[in-house]
């Protein structure tokens, strides 16, 4: 198992600006996940992209998977007051290993 | 849409007295898994169970942690003697398969207070 790195680890912009987070890991994986928790809240899954997959989209969410940088990319477009909460991403071997994530504000 | 549910939402316990912490996960998952996450640091993974029994387990999983699938529904997290330092938010989690294509659901957690 193994846990991502996120960066960064703040991140404040506008409603309706798009936020980009970055996730590095360091050995193969099966697929790679992000979650969203907002404070003192359990994670929610957001989308899960396997390791033969280079991007993938989900509404307003866009995520990309490197695996030859071993790194990923969580794109939110038109953000929105609500986004705000940690991401976290999660690269899959056997059990889920959670980083510090990344601290999204967005105000309105 | 299925959630994984967990009770009580908030326990406010003595220290060196029992607790247990219940989580109904979703029917159809097979693998369960309980977190902590002390407040302001990280979602740590406790352990992880499959088949009525433990699959794999952290250093922090030690002797005075157990798990249980006491019926075909609920999963429960007993910590014998609380310490000061168990105090966290306890989640519980499930997922279809091991590694496979799915992510993992939590509950809205179990926040745990030793005094």
């Known amino acids: 198992s193994q846990q991502g790195e996120e960066d960064p680890q703040a991140l404040s912009i506008q409603e309706g600006e798009n936020a980009t987070m970055n996730c590095s890991y360091k050995t193969s994986i099966n697929n790679l996940q992000w979650y969203r928790q907002n404070s003192g809240r359990g994670l929610v899954h957001l989308i899960l992209?396997?390791?033969?997959?280079r991007e993938k989209h989900s509404g307003r969410l866009r995520v990309t998977l490197d695996t030859s940088k071993k790194s990923s990319s969580l794109l939110i477009t038109a953000s929105r007051a609500a986004d705000t909460a940690s991401y976290f991403c999660?690269?899959?071997?056997?059990?889920?290993?959670f980083g510090t994530g990344t601290r999204l504000q967005v105000f309105p | 849409e299925p959630e994984v549910t967990q009770t009580p939402s908030h326990q406010v316990t003595q220290m060196g007295q029992e607790v247990i912490l219940r989580c109904v996960p979703i029917s159809n998952h097979l693998y369960f898994y309980w977190y902590r996450q002390i407040l302001g640091q990280k979602v740590e993974f406790l352990v992880s169970?499959?088949?009525?029994?433990?699959?794999?387990k952290s250093e922090i999983f030690d002797d005075q942690f157990s798990v249980e699938r006491p019926d075909g529904s609920n999963f429960t997290l007993k910590i014998r003697s609380t310490k000061l330092e168990d105090s966290a938010m306890y989640f519980c989690a499930s997922s279809e398969d091991l590694s496979g294509g799915h992510g993992y659901t939590f509950g809205s957690g179990t926040r745990l207070t030793v005094v």
């Open positions: 999660a690269p899959r071997t056997d059990k889920l290993i």
């Open positions: 992209i396997r390791s033969n997959e």
């Open positions: 169970f499959y088949n009525n029994e433990i699959s794999e």
